[in-house]
């Protein structure tokens, strides 16, 4: 199966990446057991906190329904950690060469980063054909993804950035979008206070957004 198509089978999954920076380690497990309780089992643990990797790791091999993504991939030497650590796919908030060959060397699907039209045509030339619209709502948002539905129709986006539970819908109705990324589903006072069920709650709505 090539790395499109793997990563088509994974944004269909949820109609929602949760964005995940795990300041506590212990939190990461019961989050994401709360998470895919909710139905949400495709997850995004960013590299954005020192405990990026472990939490990774630990949720990769305790948490057997989660697909594992690494997240604020931006350096090439932290492919092949990611991998090592059970991510299934990455994420960057960007597309530069090192990431594409790295990401080729290492095998791990990579669903980069573009916010323009210019980048977007770049990333295509190098064989990405699911990118993430990052900034989304700053890029233009459903604007955006609308004008370049038209010429660059062979694209499809995981729009993120200031997306929310309200305005998701409209992103998902577009016709180039296949999922959203977003950091509504793990608010910090509730991963403070251990509020799994809260968690589930918040889960189990985003994964009824796409009907």
Known sequence: MSENMILMDIMR?????????IDDIAHAVPLARALVAGGIRVLEITLRTAHGLAAIRAVASQVPDAIVGVGTLTRPDEFVAARDAGAVFGVSPGLTQ???????????????????????????????????????VPAGGIGMLNALAGPLGDVMFCPTGGISQETAPKFLACANVACVGGSWLTPKDALKAGDWGRITSLAKAASGLRG
């Open 13 to 21: 999954a949820s109609p929602v990446i949760p964005v995940i920076a």
């Open 98 to 136: 090192g990431l594409v060959d790295a990401a080729r060397k290492s095998g791990l699907p990579l669903l980069p980063g573009t916010m323009t039209p210019s980048e977007v045509m770049a990333a295509r030339d190098a064989g990405f054909r699911q990118l993430k619209l990052f900034p989304a």
